[in-house]
């Protein structure tokens, strides 16, 4: 009977021509291929999606300011692509105002509009005295300039549910397709009484309300300065 061969192997992974040989023979394993081309075509992709992407963000301004820099017929596809975009806006832009809700209007208001875009409820505080609820009252004005898209609406919330705990103010209610998609009680969850209007922003992105390349959510002041007698307030709250 055959005794097996000891065959010495000091690194199966090594490129030599002693482990070709054993390959040959299917004494080894062959080598598994290298990451390193796979990882350079990912970077190399990464890459040229960046530069392909650089002017997504660009408004009709910048755009214009490039025209020294970028391919003319490059520039005029991003420049129609963003016309196309405020155009598509505009038309949705039907609201641009924040609604005072009563009760007996609620479901026509807020429950059937919902089939033709996202309706956001505020339920504001009953007492004047609710740090919070002035934050969201300011930034549902704010929200509701810049996204006429989406209805905002604002109710008292002892108004709209009787006995409705005053300590759960203010409540977001987030309506679409006549359902509830969310519901945010009091800030607590954002940025307390210091919640920005980007913080609401990411909650409609997170929804579906808006796209995350919507040209509208690009990182420019969405609040005035505070006064010093706001700051002042905020810091008495906390």
Not at 1 to 8: C, E, L, S
Not at 69 to 93: G, H, N, P
Request: hydrophobic letters at 30%; proline letters at 6%; one cysteine or more.
């Amino acid at each position: 009977m055959d005794m097996p061969v000891n065959v010495p192997i000091d690194d199966p992974n090594a490129d030599t021509e002693w482990n070709d040989i054993l390959r040959q023979h299917g004494i080894i394993p062959e080598k598994p291929p290298s990451p390193t081309p796979i990882i350079e075509e990912a970077i190399l992709e990464a890459r040229k999606r960046e530069h392909e992407n650089r002017l997504e963000d660009k408004d009709l301004d910048e755009l214009a300011a490039l025209e020294d820099e970028e391919d003319d017929e490059f520039l005029e596809i991003y420049r129609k692509k963003r016309l196309e975009e405020l155009s598509r806006l505009q038309k949705a832009s039907v609201h641009n105002q924040v609604y005072p809700l009563q009760k007996p209007d609620y479901s026509r208001e807020v429950t059937e509009a919902s089939s033709k875009c996202f309706v956001l409820v505020n339920l504001t505080s009953s007492m004047g005295t609710n740090v919070e609820s002035r934050v969201l009252s300011d930034i549902w004005r704010q929200l509701a300039e810049k996204y006429g898209d989406i209805k905002f609406c604002e109710i008292r919330a002892n108004l709209c549910i009787e006995g409705y705990p005053e300590k759960n103010t203010p409540t977001i209610l987030v309506y679409k397709d006549g359902d509830i998609k969310r519901q945010i009680v009091t800030l607590r969850e954002l940025n307390g009484p210091r919640t920005r209007v980007e913080d609401l922003e990411k909650v409609l992105v997170s929804l579906g309300a808006l796209q995350e390349n919507d040209s509208r959510l690009r990182k420019k002041s969405d609040t005035p300065p505070k006064s010093d007698s706001d700051e002042q307030y905020l810091d008495d709250w906390d």
